[in-house]
C-alpha cells in the first residue's frame, strides 16, 4: 500500500505557473504507474497526465486540453511525482489529485485504473 501526499496547490494569475507535487510514502515507489486527475466544482474527476513505471520507460500521456502546457515527472530517489502546469488557464482551476497503482495503465485511463489517492490540493487560476 501507498500514501500518498500532494502539495502546491495555490492561487495564480492565467498565463502564470504551479508546480504541483505527490510524495509517496513506502520504498516501492518506482513500481507504481503514477497519475495526476483534477475535478470541478459540479463536474467529473478527469485525467490529467499519467507517467509509467520507470522499467517501463517512464512513458507519459497528456489529456488533450493541458498538452503542451503541463508537464508530468518523477523523482524515484525523492519518491515524488510533480506535475509542473505553465499558461494556466481559468478551466484549469480544480482540485487535482494524485493517484497511484501496481496495475498497468495505457491511454487515457478514468479514474478506476488507480487504486491508491492523495486527499487534493486546490489549484484556482484567476482570469
Known amino acids: 500500500q501507498v500514501r500518498l501526499v500532494e502539495s502546491g496547490g495555490g492561487l495564480v494569475q492565467a498565463g502564470g505557473s504551479l508546480r504541483l507535487s505527490c510524495a509517496a510514502s513506502?520504498?516501492?515507489?518506482?513500481?507504481?504507474?503514477m497519475g495526476w486527475f483534477r475535478q470541478a466544482p459540479g463536474k467529473e474527476r478527469e485525467f490529467v497526465a499519467r507517467?509509467?513505471?520507470?522499467?517501463?520507460?517512464?512513458?507519459?500521456a497528456y489529456a488533450d486540453s493541458v498538452k503542451g502546457r503541463f508537464t508530468i515527472s518523477r523523482d524515484n530517489a525523492r519518491s515524488t511525482v510533480y506535475l509542473q502546469m505553465n499558461s494556466l488557464k481559468p478551466e484549469d482551476t480544480a482540485v487535482y489529485y494524485c493517484?497511484?497503482?501496481?496495475?498497468?495503465?495505457?491511454?487515457?485511463?478514468?479514474?478506476?485504473?488507480?487504486?491508491?489517492w492523495g486527499q487534493g490540493t486546490q489549484v484556482t487560476v484567476s482570469s
Open positions: 493517484a497511484a497503482t501496481l496495475g498497468v495503465v495505457a491511454g487515457i485511463p478514468s479514474r478506476i485504473a488507480y487504486d491508491y
Open positions: 513506502g520504498r516501492t515507489f518506482s513500481s507504481y504507474d
Open positions: 507517467i509509467s513505471r520507470s522499467w517501463s520507460g517512464g512513458v507519459t
